[in-house]
């Protein structure tokens, strides 16, 4: 699976939220719940564990010519929400 995502929106997501996209990646790469976070654009949102807690991460499906990759947009850390839909469906 390949991502991508700004630089400096990586840093700008580390300062307000606390995980930055980069550490957001981990999320996929185990157990995460997806649901459809907006429609135009389509946009997604993964909640699954990174760096040790629980995080949300807003993604968009891309092609290019070398696939599918997914474009990393923004992440938090999970609220009590996602924690509670995350719980009753993992």
Request: overall charge negative; some cysteine; aromatic content about 12%.
């Amino acid at each position: 699976m390949r991502f991508q995502f700004d630089v400096e929106k990586n840093r700008e997501v580390l300062r307000k939220h606390g995980v930055s996209l980069e550490q957001a990646r981990a999320v996929f790469d185990q157990a995460y719940l997806v649901d459809r976070k907006s429609d135009d654009p389509e946009q997604f949102r993964a909640i699954g564990w990174a760096g040790g807690r629980l995080c949300s991460v807003v993604f968009e499906i891309r092609h290019d010519a070398d696939g599918e990759f997914y474009r990393l947009i923004t992440a938090w850390k999970a609220t009590k929400q996602e924690e509670d839909v995350y719980a009753e469906q993992i």
